[in-house]
């Protein structure tokens, strides 16, 4: 039980510190080079707080988005959902730690159980929460990439930060999940086992007469 619990614990931090690594870093669309981007000396990426100009020589450029109105629809929704899910991350962190095994902040196992429950299940809307803007994101790319109406110049990769969300999806699904799991192994292994009471035998080798019916 302790070993679960710990597991689901470090995989549900580890989602949440790649969650804000992922929200913090402008790689999320990476220019594609075809055709005649190829000859072109410079990277272009496009995050949810800035964008880029990577040269050829290594020198970069970074420029804050000036407007949030003026950001793609996916952009902006998923600036909002990557900060609630951080935010709930520290959140389903406290609560977890509170009602954790190898900690005396709550004295009912009980009660300890149920906070463990419910820090699971606050990690799990932190992996779903990331995971819609992800997926939105990656489908528009994918889309504008094969539209033919598109210029070259104009379409997009899937950048690094992508990736990362995915992994944080999978380690907060995973960690939540983890962590429900050993509450519910605590509360069967709670319940104590009862036997059948014995029966007595008298002096004189016979059971006693308040056993027979």
Same mark, same amino acid.
């Given at each position: 039980l302790f070993f679960i619990e710990s597991l689901g614990m470090t995989l549900c931090v580890a989602g949440s510190l790649l969650v804000m690594i992922a929200c913090g870093l402008p790689t999320w669309k990476v220019n594609a080079f075809i055709e005649?981007?190829?000859?072109?000396?410079?990277?272009?990426?496009?995050?949810?707080?800035?964008?880029?100009?990577v040269q050829s020589?290594?020198?970069?450029?970074?420029?804050?988005?000036d407007s949030v109105l003026a950001l793609?629809?996916?952009?902006?929704?998923?600036?909002? =959902?990557?900060?609630?899910?951080?935010? =709930? +991350?520290?959140? +389903?962190?406290?609560?977890?730690v509170a009602g954790a095994q190898c900690t005396n902040c709550?004295?009912?196992? #009980?009660?300890? /159980? /149920?906070?463990?429950?419910?820090g699971g299940i606050i990690y799990i809307f932190c992996g779903l929460f990331v995971l819609?803007?992800?997926?939105?994101? #990656?489908?528009?790319?994918?889309? +504008?990439?094969?539209?033919p109406m598109v210029p070259p110049a104009q379409k997009r990769e899937i950048g690094a930060s992508i990736y990362i969300g995915w992994a944080?999806?999978? =380690? =907060?699904?995973s960690g939540g999940t983890l962590l429900c799991c050993s509450c519910s192994q605590?509360?069967?292994g709670s319940f104590p086992l009862k036997l059948a009471?014995?029966?007595?035998?008298?002096?004189? +080798?016979?059971?006693?007469?308040?056993?027979y019916v």
């Open positions: 005649g981007n190829i000859v072109v000396a410079q990277t272009i990426w496009d995050g949810l707080w800035m964008s880029c100009v020589t290594g020198h970069m450029q970074c420029k804050i988005h793609a629809q996916d952009l902006q929704t998923a600036r909002a =959902l990557t900060v609630i899910s951080a935010v =709930l +991350g520290v959140v +389903g962190l406290t609560v977890t709550i004295k009912d196992d #009980a009660v300890k /159980r /149920r906070v463990v429950y419910a819609v803007p992800i997926c939105w994101i #990656a489908n528009n790319i994918i889309v +504008g990439f094969h539209d944080a999806v999978a =380690l =907060l699904l605590g509360v069967r009471p014995t029966k007595t035998i008298t002096v004189n +080798g016979e059971f006693d007469k308040k056993h």
